[in-house]
């Protein structure tokens, strides 16, 4: 695959392959009760969440497929970290893909919107935002995963920025390698911090004989 | 001959991509490409000389991403230098014949500005002006700003490079498959932008193929007075034996290419996978056509950062309610800086139809100009109505001009020279659609004839300044009638003949007409049906006006604009049920469109089974009780389920209707049911007996974990909505005070992320504190003037990263120097007990309810339980 190139891959009106999971939406909210006491008002605002939302999604993944060298046990990527859990995690892997998955800026605007005047709803969208843009990106995952078959290569499981030793620091690289801001408009604050927030960057490995699968 | 005199003649071919070809000869993943001007420089000039022999007019330099961001200084203006010098070479190389050009290139910095990011429009412009007056001083030929996916860091650049050269300016945007640029824009939009502002040429470039541009450059082709500009992929790259390939080639190229010029595109060349080879194709096929002329174009338009809005046959309206005049709970919250409240007006206003949004912030002791820069940057996070910026002070209407994104309507000018010779240069830089009033130095003049002499002379005078007709629009000033009968008629002749005979569109600001007269909104309405006939294309109104918005949709309906007159079916009703003005219940904002109460909601529906207590009855601790209230439907009826709740606690076995509504989170009820009660009770004997208690139910579940987040924010907007009634009556009654004390609260420098902050803000102020807000990304120094000047005993700051712990730190430290009273209290993602004693704050608090323990303490409020 062309190492040098980012791809695009746009989602736009492909809801149907990643229905909304409820159980996720809730549990982002910060809502630990059962799903019988999500009831009444609560019920009625995260239906007219849905609503606005409608229409609010912009579903774009931007990636690029590198290769791995190993030296001994040290992968040489294309990061400026060395960290060891993402050593592990891609662990066998003969090729990385580098991604960055993103559901667009509207929703933080609605969000934004609400934040003032009915923070029920606001907190409701982060959540149903967060769950979108996990959706996506398994959506994504799965469909590399089934590329990549093709060639007999397996994935790992992806890892992103700010897991375990992997600082946050690294999305700086991640930013340059995949200039997520001219492809599919994810834009990096000095925090380190992505908007549109409904963001996700990570990796994973591809080879033939990778330590572990995806799940 | 500069390239602008070219241009007037002649199709102009632009370059074709920098970056695919630069990756093919070695350039690195993630390597900044603008280095190889001083590292490879042969190899930029070989492909440059290669666009310029392939036919070319205008080579862009190499500097793409040359900005201060990505480059120290004295690197930038090296290879700024280096590549404007290869250029150069490949002007001079290339054998081509034809008329060369050397653009400076410059495309987004890729920094997403406030309000959705973190960096400011001023040092945006900054970050551009430095590109700019480096590449102007090297000589090049014009500027070319390209690939801009946002409005604002459009208007950024664009700023920047007329502030810093004379040169013409090209302004191409990147939209995507929506025709939308990243930021939500369309064509229309940026055009009404980009023209205000002068550039000298628009368009559009990157992202996708030629065919898929296709409704984009229409859009440009039918708005825009200049030519326009095109500069598409090679379509959509895709992989290919291990190469990468793009789906279009070039006679597919520039066959497409060849229609849009057909059409009327006047500067052609191409973006990412395109190659000398597709310029060549391109240049070969279409040298022969004949220009298409560039025609001005008749738009009298305003613009937010997704849309414009069109003068045209059918009336456009404007909301007045942002206007202190009269209002004294507006005059409260501008005082009080709670910009909540003014946006809360904005957002009626938008829910009720507005079209546009007049922003008036003037009152006598506050500084007007930073005011109105603030309510507009704050209006346009959240609302994407154009606004017309209403201000008698030309420092505040530079201001909000300058940070506004968009064009906007301009209130106003009049016939006085001195205010014209003030307002038109602002026009002339920022943009502008500018509402003229029929006056003068002698006043207002009781006939139309003198009304329209003196629209002539605003006419005349902004053409001085380069202003056209299509960017005035006419006031002729509604009288009083019940002051003089002749009033309306003198406006409506002038409207007509300004509308008719000068060929300009109008606006009147309307409810003035019924001033003093009893059913004022009949007589607003019927006036504002006999201005429209007579050629009114906008009114400045209230929006709650139900008879005024009945009139609009049964004009349009009258007047063939509304087609099966759908809108009016679609919105008549919703208007004729409402009672007259001030249809909002309370809580303003946020009845969910349809507007107006539901009726039935009020006084509890015998809701069966309601405040079954789900979620495991008898265990214990479920008797706290919120959880069950969540359960039953709304408008449970007290003392059936709801006895149980808080007899855990050994509280009030029965709750009163407000109490209920609050713990369920009832925000219509909550409202109604406080208006009642304050036709019997005391406005703090609510607050105490009613809403604290409600709340303290609420909070207790939250602490027990028996009630979560997203319920502990339903009751609080339904207490907010229940304290909005009672703010109302206590600022008409101004007498006693419910502040539990002030409490300053920000998100420390650097740091954007406010949720958190605004659920503590939220429940603060349900428990009766003051609190003042000062946003996000607050340096100390406004902690600490804040903190003084309202001699605070609580401040309370939010971080959410680790970064920005030692801003935290900072403020801290210097509020127990200077402001050793005031008692600290951080929270956030990041702290911990143990972070906060290190950095010496006062409190930590865990969440919302933690904090509003701690502020009840130290206020002397009622100790916790």
Redesign the interface.
């Known amino acids: 695959?062309?190492?040098?190139?980012v791809?695009?891959r746009?989602y736009?009106g492909a809801e149907g392959l990643f229905p909304v999971n409820e159980r996720e939406v809730w549990r982002y909210?910060?809502?630990?009760?059962?799903q019988?006491?999500v009831?009444?008002?609560?019920k009625k605002?995260f239906g007219?969440v849905q609503e606005e939302l409608k229409d609010a999604f912009?579903y774009k993944v931007c990636f690029?497929r590198?290769p791995v060298v190993w030296e001994e046990e040290i992968a040489r990527l294309?990061f400026g970290s060395d960290s060891r859990d993402l050593r592990r995690c891609l662990e066998g892997s003969s090729e990385i893909v580098i991604f960055a998955a993103t559901v667009g800026?509207?929703v933080?605007?609605y969000i934004?919107?609400y934040?003032?005047?009915?923070?029920?709803k606001?907190?409701?969208m982060?959540a149903y935002g967060a769950e979108r843009v996990e959706r996506l990106c398994e959506l994504f995952c799965g469909e590399i995963r089934r590329e990549a078959a093709e060639e007999g290569l397996k994935c790992t499981p992806r890892y992103s920025p700010g897991f375990g030793d992997l600082p946050l620091t690294v999305q700086r690289?991640v930013?340059?390698?995949l200039e997520c801001?001219?492809k599919i408009?994810i834009?990096l604050?000095?925090?380190?911090?992505m908007?549109?927030s409904k963001s996700v960057t990570a990796v994973f490995g591809l080879g033939k004989d990778v330590k572990r699968g995806q799940l | 001959m500069n390239v602008l005199e070219y241009l007037r003649d002649n199709l102009v071919y632009l370059d074709g991509g920098m970056g695919t070809l630069l990756q093919k000869r070695g350039l690195l993943p993630g390597e900044l490409p603008e280095r190889w001007n001083v590292s490879h420089p042969e190899v930029i000039v070989e492909i440059q000389k290669a666009y310029f022999d392939a036919g070319s007019n205008i080579v862009c330099t190499n500097t793409f991403g040359a900005n201060s961001l990505k480059f120290e200084r004295d690197e930038l203006e090296t290879l700024i230098r280096a590549a404007v010098e290869n250029a150069r070479r490949a002007k001079e190389a290339s054998a081509g014949c034809q008329e060369k050009f050397i653009a400076l290139d410059i495309g987004p910095m890729g920094k997403l500005l406030k309000p959705y990011g973190d960096f400011d429009f001023e040092d945006a412009v900054k970050v551009y002006a430095e590109t700019v007056r480096i590449g102007a001083s090297c000589g090049v030929d014009l500027i070319f700003i390209e690939t801009m996916n946002d409005s604002y860091d459009t208007k950024a650049a664009l700023l920047a490079a007329k502030e810093n050269c004379d040169l013409p300016v090209f302004v191409s945007n990147a939209y995507g498959e929506d025709g939308k640029l990243m930021t939500g824009a369309d064509p229309a939009a940026m055009t009404a932008m980009l023209e205000g502002m002068h550039a000298d040429a628009i368009g559009a470039n990157c992202s996708l193929g030629p065919k898929q541009l296709s409704a984009v450059v229409e859009e440009y082709l039918k708005y825009a007075s200049v030519p326009v500009l095109l500069k598409p992929n090679a379509g959509l790259p895709r992989s290919e034996d291990g190469r990468t390939v793009y789906d279009v080639l070039p006679e597919e190229f520039s066959e497409d290419m060849e229609e849009y010029i057909r059409r009327g595109v006047r500067i052609a060349g191409g973006c990412c996978g395109t190659t000398p080879e597709y310029i060549a194709a391109l240049t070969e096929r279409t040298r022969g056509l004949q220009p298409r002329e560039v025609t001005g174009k008749n738009f009298t338009v305003i613009s937010s950062y997704t849309h414009a809005v069109m003068f045209q046959d059918s009336p456009v309206l404007i909301g007045e309610r942002i206007n202190p005049t009269g209002k004294k709970r507006f005059k409260e919250a501008l005082r009080n800086r709670d910009i909540g409240y003014i946006l809360g007006e904005g957002l009626t206003q938008q829910e009720k139809g507005a079209h546009v949004l007049d922003v008036n912030v003037g009152l006598p002791e506050i500084d007007e100009a930073e005011m109105l820069e603030t309510v507009c940057f704050e209006l346009q996070a959240i609302i994407d109505l154009p606004l017309q910026i209403d201000t008698t002070n030309a420092a505040a209407m530079e201001r909000a001009l300058r940070r506004y994104n968009g064009k906007a309507m301009i209130n106003s000018v009049n016939g006085k020279e001195e205010v014209m010779r003030e307002i038109f240069p602002l026009v002339q830089k920022y943009g502008g659609l500018v509402v003229c009033l029929t006056l003068d130095e002698e006043g207002i003049p009781d006939s139309a004839e003198r009304r329209v002499e003196i629209a002539r002379k605003i006419i005349d005078t902004a053409a001085e300044y380069g202003i056209e007709k299509k960017d005035l629009i006419f006031d002729t000033l509604a009288m009083t009638v019940s002051a003089d009968n002749r009033a309306a008629l003198a406006t409506l002749q002038a409207l007509r003949a300004i509308r008719h005979d000068l060929g300009c569109h109008t606006s009147l600001g309307v409810s003035n007409v019924s001033f003093g007269l009893p059913s004022r909104e009949i007589i607003t309405a019927s006036f504002f049906t006999l201005a429209l006939e007579n050629g009114l294309s906008a009114a400045i109104m209230n929006p709650n006006s139900a008879e005024m918005m009945k009139s609009y949709y049964a004009f349009r309906a009258l007047h063939g604009l509304d087609e099966n007159c759908a809108d009016y079916i679609e919105n008549i009703e919703r208007y004729a049920a409402a009672p007259g003005t001030g249809v909002q219940p309370g809580g303003g904002f946020g009845q969910s469109g349809t507007g107006g109460s539901q009726p039935g909601a009020v006084g509890g529906q015998p809701g069966t089974g309601a405040g079954q207590p789900v979620g495991g009855s008898g265990q214990t601790g479920k008797g706290s009780g919120p959880g069950g209230g969540q359960s039953g439907p709304e408008g449970s009826q007290p003392g059936d389920g709801s006895g149980q709740i808080g007899t855990g606690n050994g509280q009030t076995a029965v709750q009163s209707g407000l109490q209920r509504a609050i713990v369920k989170g009832l925000r219509e009820q909550a409202a109604e049911l406080t208006a009642q009660l304050l036709e019997t009770e005391a406005p703090l004997d609510i607050v105490n007996t009613q809403i604290i208690p409600a709340l303290d139910i609420v909070g207790q579940g939250f602490e027990k974990k028996t009630m979560y987040l997203p319920q502990l924010l339903m009751s609080a907007e339904a207490s907010q909505c229940a304290f909005e009634q009672i703010k109302k009556r206590m600022s008409r009654d101004s007498s006693e005070q419910v502040s539990r004390g002030k409490f300053v609260i920000a998100t420390v420098q650097g740091d954007i992320h406010d949720i958190g902050k605004n659920i503590v803000k939220l429940i603060l102020e349900n428990y009766g504190f003051d609190v003042c807000d000062l946003g996000r990304d607050v340096p100390p120094e406004k902690v600490l003037e804040a903190v003084t000047e309202q001699q605070a005993p609580l401040v309370g700051l939010s971080a959410l990263m680790t970064t920005t712990v030692p801003a935290m730190e900072a403020t801290i430290k210097l509020l127990k120097e200077k402001a050793p009273w005031a008692k600290t209290v951080v929270g956030g993602a990041v702290l911990t007990q143990e972070y906060a004693d290190k950095i010496g704050a006062d409190y930590y608090a865990k969440d919302a309810m933690a904090t509003v323990r701690y502020a009840m303490r130290v206020t002397g409020g009622e100790e916790e339980t």
């Open positions: 695959m062309a190492e040098n190139t791809f695009v746009n736009a909210s910060g809502f630990r009760g059962t019988d006491q009831a009444g008002e609560l605002v007219q912009s690029r590198m294309p800026l509207a933080d605007r934004a919107k934040q003032k005047f009915q923070p029920t606001a907190l409701l982060q690289d930013f340059r390698l801001d001219r408009g834009s604050n000095e925090s380190l911090l908007t549109p």
